[in-house]
């Protein structure tokens, strides 16, 4: 009998992209491909690449050269938002097919047709950006969790932002069609994760909404964890769909980006920060003890010593369970590219100082936990060492455990980033 041909699909970036690639290795499972666990010997590698700063789209053109030096020989695709906003730079020995965003489906099949001589790779065209919305075709994963697409694409426009350019305009996906994934999953999963490249727009294009989906979702035993949120989407309307659930995790990531009303502007951002706050209070009314996380972007070209203060104290105001602190990058073909940078030393110095923030955020609400009930999920086990997520999204470790279990405990002090029960 012959070798099964091995596949490595190497994945950079969001949670899209994570999900993408899940969907691509249903596709090479299913045509009987060995699937490769992490970055090891591989006959064929695909790298689903990122561009959401210029750090991520380094790392994925470094990311050809660290599949050449375990495979010298490797044949190689390279996919997603770097290639698609520049494909050139992955032009090297090895990358056979440099394709974009879109027809990463079409892309997975296109190689198991040319492993199987069916056919060729698809023609350029295929992969224009284009407004189909390109489902995920039975995903099969192994984790305790399932990240299910439902949107992709951006209208909004924020002027750093490059991926509306990259992954066009906002589409959603059919009710129908999330609902057959996630018959597909229930059984074996015991979370669902709802994500969107902009997911507070599903909806707006099949007449459906965010709080609609979750009403459907309520038909499932599965906890349900929601992606990123912009604040226009939090109303009352959305968080009564969110209380009718069963297993809803009280865990919001409200994108922030600056606490200061004129950076904000500049970015493009449809609110202020008092209508952000507003969003909070309302959050906290409905679930007192939610963790609200948040992205805050550090150093914008325009942001002077006295904004980055006011973000700074607006981010302790907001009492972030954590922040995920984005020094500035530049983005070229963005509105924001256009503008002279903020001096290195003033970007390194403001993002130490807002990570101190982040800091103190997180431990206070840690120690806020300890010793609160919290619904855990067991993930994985590391030397005897068991890890989930609570609802609220703290790390609980736990000396027991299984995976796949929801168990309640009560976590006792602090452990490295999150509670020891
Ligand atoms: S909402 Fe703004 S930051 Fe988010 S993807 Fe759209 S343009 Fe980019």
């Known amino acids: 009998m ?12 969001c949670k899209v992209n994570l999900y993408d690639s899940d969907a691509m290795l249903a596709v090479f499972r299913q045509a009987g491909f060995e699937v490769a666990e992490g970055l090891e010997y591989a006959d064929i590698y695909v790298i689903n690449t990122c561009a959401v700063t210029a750090e991520a789209e380094k790392k994925s053109r470094q990311s050809v050269a660290r599949v050449l030096k375990v495979n010298p020989s490797a044949e190689i695709y390279v996919c ?4 698609q906003r520049d494909n050139a730079q992955f032009e090297k020995r090895g990358v056979v097919y440099v394709g974009g965003t879109e027809g990463k489906i079409k892309l997975a099949h296109a190689i198991v047709d040319r492993y199987s001589g069916a056919s060729s790779l698809p023609a350029e065209a295929d992969f224009a950006i284009s407004d189909k919305f390109e489902e995920g075709e039975g995903v099969v994963n192994l984790r305790t969790r399932h990240f299910i697409k439902v949107q992709d694409g951006c209208n909004n426009f924020c002027s750093y932002c490059i991926v509306p350019y990259l992954r066009g305009r906002s589409r959603s996906r059919s009710l129908q069609s999330v609902l057959a994934e996630l018959d597909g999953v229930a059984d074996s999963v015991r979370e669902a994760v709802v994500t969107g490249i902009n997911l507070s727009a599903y909806g707006r294009d099949n007449g459906l909404s965010l709080g609609k989906l979750i009403d459907a979702l309520g038909k499932y035993d599965l906890r349900i964890r929601l992606g990123s949120l912009e604040a226009g989407v939090i109303d009352e309307e959305f968080l009564d769909a969110t209380k009718r659930l069963k297993n809803f995790c009280p865990h919001f990531h409200l994108s922030l980006q600056s606490g200061d009303e004129e950076v904000l502007k500049a970015m493009n951002r449809k609110y202020t920060p008092a209508e952000y706050a507003e969003k909070v209070r309302l959050i906290r009314e409905y679930y ?15 942001e002077s010593e006295r904004q980055f ?16 602190v984005f020094p500035y990058s530049s983005r070229k073909g963005t509105v924001a590219g256009k503008l002279k940078p903020i001096p ?12 101190e923030v982040k800091k103190t955020l997180a431990e206070s609400f840690l ?17 005897g060492v068991w890890e989930g997520h609570s609802e609220n999204y703290i790390k609980i470790y736990s000396l027991s455990g299984a995976r796949n279990e929801v168990e309640t405990v009560n976590p006792k002090r602090l452990y490295l980033d999150g509670l020891l029960v």
């Open 2 to 13: 012959t070798r099964k041909t091995k596949i490595c699909v190497f994945t950079l970036g």
């Open 309 to 324: 203060q006011n973000s700074m104290r607006f981010a302790l105001d907001m009492g972030f369970s954590d922040i995920h």
């Open 367 to 383: 120690e806020k936990n300890i010793g609160k009930p919290q619904r855990v999920l067991y993930e994985t086990c590391t030397d």
């Open 80 to 83: 997603g938002c770097a290639s």
């Open 344 to 355: 290195p030393d003033v970007m390194a110095d403001r993002v130490r100082r807002m990570t």
């Open 288 to 302: 007192p003890n939610a963790g609200i996380t948040t992205d805050i972007i550090v150093g914008f070209p325009t």
